[in-house]
């Protein structure tokens, strides 16, 4: 009889992308899968992809006599629906992938006796995670640094690395061009953009590009694509902005240098591909997760670190010269990426499974 796995994760890029490389990868070892995200994960989710069901949970809770009100109800509702479509669907395992939206899916897992499954990214402990780690059989982590994991749980945790889109793991690398010609920097705000990089970066890259020949390829919010591209254009700067792009990794892979957030992922696929990056975390990520994957990268050799209230038209211009200065640092950046065994990541955990069945 086939084994059904039902994964959940909130609705950004981080959470998402994780979850439909772990669904395609066991529906091809004949798992059943269904998978539960909120509205904003609903976007990612291909119309012939597998069973879904979407829950509008408002998290985290906000100040406020009513708003918390307002909270509690939801998260009763919520927990209500989930201990519905759980028993309903009978899983063998519930994997929760992060996101508050899993929070009421692993209680109702709890209740139901369901074996939880957790994976956590970060090089912090995410709150949800750390809440279920009491309860679940297994938490597979990208690296065993992570910090604030009580040590009465290692036991429970798995290495495997990060989990990648699966055209990310397919991809067969070429080698990059001569470094001492023509420089491609990417820029990465998200999955959720980052305005801040629309309003800073382009003026840099102009004022660099006068010495240093430079193709951009910049991801922005929609609102901002039109003018970055217009001001590009008009400073002949060879340029392709984006708000979303269906083939990411393409773009990844024609990159020298990237300019990036430290959402797991991102950084997770700059790595796969050996795209050094220039890391700017997003300094209102909960527990400040952001910075934490940024100073792991670079104690491992992997980025330069610039912290947002540090940035400015001055010190990325700065970072930016010294960089493109120096190919050998940005070889050896690049060697020192590949350093990781992320290919692996789904076997890994499949492995684990199988002991728990």
């Known amino acids: 009889m086939k084994k059904k796995i039902l994964f959940s994760s909130g609705g950004t890029g981080g959470h998402v992308f994780p979850s439909i490389s772990l669904i395609n990868f066991f529906k091809k070892k004949e798992y059943e899968t269904i998978f539960v995200t909120d509205k904003r994960g609903a976007k990612y989710i291909k119309k012939n992809f597998s069973l879904y069901k979407i829950f509008n949970v408002s998290f985290p809770i906000r100040a406020g006599f009513v708003n918390k009100i307002f909270f ?24 929760g992938l992060g996101g508050y939206v899993s929070f009421p899916i692993c209680l109702a897992a709890k209740l139901l006796n369901i074996k939880i499954l957790l994976y956590e990214p970060n090089l912090v402990l995410g709150r949800v995670n750390k809440y279920f780690l009491r309860f679940c059989s297994k938490l597979f982590i990208n690296s065993k640094n992570i910090l604030n994991l009580p040590n009465k749980y290692l036991t429970k945790c798995v290495e495997v690395g990060n989990i990648l889109r699966e055209e990310i793991i397919k991809y067969e690398l070429s080698e ?22 629309g309003e800073e970066i382009p003026q840099v890259i102009l004022d660099i590009n006068k010495s240093y020949r430079i193709n951009v390829i910049q991801q922005s919010l929609p609102k ?26 393409e773009l990844i892979s024609k990159a020298d240098l990237a300019i990036s957030r430290c959402g797991s ?12 990056f220039v890391a ?8 400040n997760h952001q910075y934490q994957n940024a100073i792991y990268y670079e104690k491992k050799g992997c980025c330069w670190l610039l912290e947002q209230k540090n940035l400015s038209f001055n010190s990325l211009k700065e970072m930016l010269i010294k960089i ?25 955990i499949e492995k684990e499974m199988e002991k728990l069945i």
């Open 72 to 95: 509690y109800l939801k998260l009763i509702l919520a927990l209500f629906n989930s201990f519905l479509f759980l028993r309903k669907e009978k899983p063998d395992f519930v994997f």
């Open 176 to 197: 990059k061009n001569n470094l001492n010609s023509k420089k491609t920097i990417l820029i990465l705000g998200g999955s959720q953009g980052a305005e801040i990089f």
């Open 224 to 249: 901002q694509v039109n003018e970055i591209q217009n001001f590009y254009n008009e400073n002949n700067i060879e340029n392709y902005i984006f708000s979303f792009h269906e083939n990411i990794v």
């Open 265 to 276: 992922s991102t950084i997770g696929e700059l790595e796969f591909l050996g795209v050094p």
């Open 280 to 287: 700017i975390p997003y300094p209102f990520a909960k527990d």
């Open 324 to 348: 493109l200065d120096n190919n050998v640092e940005l070889s050896l950046k690049r060697e020192n990426m590949f350093k990781n065994d992320s290919k692996n990541t789904l076997l890994k």
